[in-house]
């Protein structure tokens, strides 16, 4: 077998995995990565920045950028703040 041919099949079989493997989309996100997810489209549906939806619910500016990256968890009290100026469970 050619040098050339071997490289070709290692190539199709490459894409062939890439393409059965699930994308990001079809994985189950933690709880927080999702209301963090949904907390920023809410905000950019909106038209919000983060320091303007700070101003309206009373939350600091990092804390809400924390909460849309995943990097804190969305307590009880911040859970019914963001979601009763939205006017939309989270």
Sequence with gaps: MKKSSIIRLFIIGLLAVLFVLPLRSQFQLPSNEGVGYRVKQL???YQLTTAELAKYTGLS???LEGIECGKYAVGDTESRIISEY?????
């Design 61 to 63: 500016k990092q804390y």
């Design 86 to 90: 939205f006017g939309q469970e989270l």
């Design 43 to 45: 905000r950019q549906s």
